[in-house]
């Protein structure tokens, strides 16, 4: 029996050693080269600049078969900065993946479309696209600090509210940009205290991200409408739902986050714009396909439909309402003017070509009569009329 208990234990040594060598040698493998493009690093997020992709797409049927994404010298999308930038107009827009567009063609994101439409009324005008995937505002705060300020923009476009649902401000959110100590405070803490020091970590950070979003209904699929199913919760279960990613932690950490970011930018010299986060689904019919947007369920097997995300992700669009209200920022609010239609996007939230046009067509006019009212020494054209009723 000793013998055979020795042999159990021999064995565990050894296949605890073969696990952290194995661990070591991948940490090292990837600290040579990471092809998962982790954007983490420490206390910083890390820019690639100058890089060009180029994607092949045979999932996402309504989407152009060959993609190209650029990114320019400074890491976004969009031209290279002009050298003088204190002369020039100039915008960035800041988001998660509904901002980064990465599965639209270069002059096909909102951001592009909207400084197409807005270019003939400036001169000077110069508009880049600092969206990431993935990235709420704990995200857009670094970014803000780390690299946006130091362009000094004109101005700022927030696009904010989905990857924020549901977002516990403890600090192991925090941990995953900011470099300190090691939390043991539970598994996940500990995972995203680590990954600033590990690359290991870092992607296995990542990958939980991804199966989160992929939970959320916010990674990129090719969803057709037709192929879900439809379904009707009790009021217990709507409770529970909203109970989850409405307590009041959340909602409180997003709004003094969004007001962060407006002094942070303004602290800069930087004019924030905030922007609603839209969405297909939670309220009516789609016209195109016939589904109904409120019963609709986020993916197989989901235990929320349209009303309910819908109903969750407004009230983080309230949040940023308020917050408007309150920093006397402007609030545009593209989830009530943007229309509910499948045309607009080739999942739950994400926007396909003739969506980032849309997009583009909402924010176009307040943004004109917001640069104009800030600089008329640059204004050229008169700026279109802005729609005041939805």
Known sequence: MKTRIRGILLNLIGLAIGCALAMGLLEILLRLYNPFQARIK?????LETNKQYKIHNDIIKVLDPEITVVRNSVGFRGPNPPTDMNAAVSLITIGGSTTQCFFLNEGKTWTDQ????LSPHFRSLWINNAGLDGHSTYGHQVLLEDHVVKLKPKMVLLLVGANDMGRDPGAEWDAENVKSRVSFGSAAAFLKSLSPYSEVASLVANLFRSMN???RGLMHQNVDLKALPEG???EAQVEVYR?????????NGFKERLERIVTVARAAGVEPVLVTQPGLLGKGVDKRLGVNLERILLSQGAKVNGKMWWGVME???DVTRQVGQQQKVTVIDLARKLEKTSLYFYDTIHFSNEGAAAVAKVLMPEMCAIMAARYPQSLILPCPPVETEW
């Open 42 to 46: 420490g206390d910083r997020i890390v």
């Open 315 to 317: 009230t983080y669009n």
């Open 232 to 234: 009707e919760f009790d």
């Open 114 to 117: 909207m400084g197409q439409l």
């Open 213 to 215: 979003a992929y939970k």
């Open 243 to 251: 109970k989850e990613n409405l307590l009041p932690r959340y909602l």
